[in-house]
């Protein structure tokens, strides 16, 4: 188990977790129109929005998910803040929680990948690097 799976399982959260999958990418397209693609592609409903100094992002929920989207206002700020995981030049940060109870009608683990990349296409998204986390809880 790696350092960040025994400090997460110290952690309790409101929902049990199957999986978490990160992208990290870079795409000029504001975080508003990034959250109304996904929405549309995940019929995940309104986004919350929110900011501070280095980032805004915005969260939404399903039964199945936790989309959080986040969106650096310097394109290096999440290569500084995780070198080893995120290649530099991106700006966007998206974590997507996958809950324990969620089934496999939204295709997570077969078409999953080619529902983001038809995203990330739409939105010329460029250099994306991907992250599949196993379960925490």
Known sequence: MEDWQKILRTFTTHVSIRMMDCYFLYSKVS???FCKRVGIEF???VF?????????WAIAETD???FHLSRAY???TYHIWNP???PPGCNYCIDVTVKDSADDREGY????????????RDLSCKSIV???KSPIH
């Open 109 to 120: 683990g077969t078409v999953w990948f080619a529902r983001w990349e038809k995203i990330f």
């Open 43 to 45: 019929d995940c409903g």
């Open 64 to 66: 199945d998910f936790i």
């Open 48 to 56: 919350d929005f929110d900011y501070e100094n280095d980032n805004e």
């Open 31 to 33: 975080l508003e129109k």
């Open 84 to 86: 080893k995981e995120c």
């Open 130 to 132: 991907n992250y599949r």
């Open 74 to 76: 310097k394109k290096n």
